[in-house]
């Protein structure tokens, strides 16, 4: 089965980019679709988008004019990219999947990479 | 957006007692073409990601205990656990999986009483 695995920056600028990326490893990235998902203590679990190996996105509204996901095929790894960051967006970052041929539940996550906006 | 909203926000069970908890979305998330009910509901261990525990609104993911049901549809469902443990101190979320955004409820935290 897939293995999930966040990294990057563990603070970032007020105003800055916060740019995740997620390892996959175990099976082929083909077979699956990516998500990220979010928890904060104000908000709970919130669903941030979803990302197919042919590029196809899928964006919260609330955050679309902000956010980029990408899929690196070759590095077997999902990306993430929300820009212009505040406060409200300090939370932890859990990058997800879901076998390609299943419902749009949440199959697998990663362990998380905890990110702090703050100057 | 839908909104899922559970109920309530915690509750404390006592060992070997059941616990219920409550999920209402703001549309109905029943699809009549198949007849699938698109909620899933999910535990989150503390340090731990969340992990998958039915879907379909009552479809036991392989490896959940039978102590772990679903039950509804609609807008309104239920996540029933009998025979309370320790392990199962967690909060649990139900998110709806029928329209993007796929939403997730607020959390129950369940203790131990």
């Known amino acids: 089965q897939v293995q999930l695995h966040e990294s990057g920056p563990e603070v970032v600028a007020p105003s800055g980019t916060l740019s995740l990326t997620c390892a996959v490893s175990g099976d082929s990235i083909n077979n699956y679709f990516f998500f990220w998902i979010r928890r904060s203590a104000g908000k709970g679990l919130e669903w941030i988008g979803r990302v197919y190996v042919t590029g196809s996105t899928d964006y919260n509204p609330s955050l679309e004019s902000r956010v980029t996901m990408s899929v690196d095929t070759p590095m077997n790894q999902i990306s993430l990219n929300l820009r212009s960051v505040t406060a409200a967006d300090t939370a932890l970052y859990y990058c997800?999947?879901?076998?390609?041929?299943?419902?749009?539940?949440?199959?697998?996550w990663g362990q998380g990479s905890r990110v702090t906006v703050s100057s | 957006d839908i909104v899922m909203t559970q109920s309530p926000d915690s509750l404390a069970v006592s060992l070997g007692e059941t616990a219920t908890i409550n999920c209402k979305a703001s549309q109905s998330l029943f699809y009549s073409s198949n007849g699938k009910n698109y909620l899933a509901w999910y535990q989150q261990k503390a340090g731990q990601p969340p992990k998958l525990l039915l879907h379909g609104a009552s479809t036991r993911e392989f490896g959940v205990p039978d102590r772990f049901s679903g039950s509804g549809s609609g807008t309104d469902f239920t996540l029933t656990i009998s025979s309370l443990q320790v392990g199962d101190v967690a909060v649990y979320f139900c998110?709806?999986?029928?329209?993007?955004?796929?939403?997730f409820g607020q959390g129950t935290r369940l203790e131990v009483k």
């Open positions: 997800a999947a879901t076998r390609a041929n299943t419902e749009m539940v949440i199959e697998y």
């Open positions: 998110q709806q999986y029928f329209f993007s955004p796929y939403t």
